[in-house]
């Protein structure tokens, strides 16, 4: 490949700067929604890349990135896909969860299964690694050669079982595979907390330095809230509306008592089930009822910066 060199990086496009041509050649390529500027090439005059190809290109910016590729539940509707959600500096990547229509997601956020080398998972629910596998499928296919899968105890059994029902996967990519406990550990170059929810299934929530917490799924209760407060973004499991008899996961009542009195940049609601819909205003109310802070609801391919 080409070295290339990289200027005029605007809002929303980026030119590339083919060296090691007889000329230079500027092409239009269009950043995707990270930091790490794998560019797409729309255009390719100089015939050095074959249109679509895809390029990595070093673009440090300072700026963290959270896109929600999923904000639905085990009952995903059209508009929201099951969980993932990308976080990107620098350069490094990390998808958080892995549910059905990540893979669709993640190709029209712009960043790719290829974008994607290490994938952190809060635990082991269908609606959380349902395109794990095919994943691994994807970047085979595309001619990468390896995914890091990390996740709490019990992930190198979850591989292994679906290898074993998917035999001919076997071997296809180099799959690192790491289990982690609460506690504090390095994931694809970003420091990173682990701490348990309370879940029907052992589930951890993930909280990036002072800036990006996610809870996963989880119980609203009040070590969750503490291990997320100073955070400038939280994304919190928001299941259901008040009124739905559930355990295992918040509704706006219970999470606006757990989050009282904390200090919380912004909060975004995740994990919704169709129940939500039609509900949002009531169910913000509900949690200002008891926490006054900035409370949204996520959407689908909605990236966050921050600082
Ligand atoms: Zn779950
Ligand atoms: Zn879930």
Redesign the pocket.
Known sequence: MPSIDTDDVASNRLNLRVLGTESEHLLTAKPVASSSVVAVIRSDPTGAFARGTLIGADVPLQRMRVTFLGTG??LPTGERF??GILVQEDGRTVLIDC?AGALQRLQQSGVGYEGVSTVLLT?H?L??VSDLLPLVKARWLAGEDHLEVVGPQGTKALLDDLLAVHEYMQDKIDLQVREVVPGEFSVAGFDVSAYETRHSLPCLAYRFDDRFTFSG?SEAFEGLANFAEGSAILAH?CSFPDGVDVSNHPTPDSLGRALAGREIGRVYLT?LYPHTEGQHEEMLESIGAHYDGDVRFAEDLQTISIE
């Open positions: 539940s085990a099951q969980a549910g635990h629910h609606d959380h799924d499991d994990h």
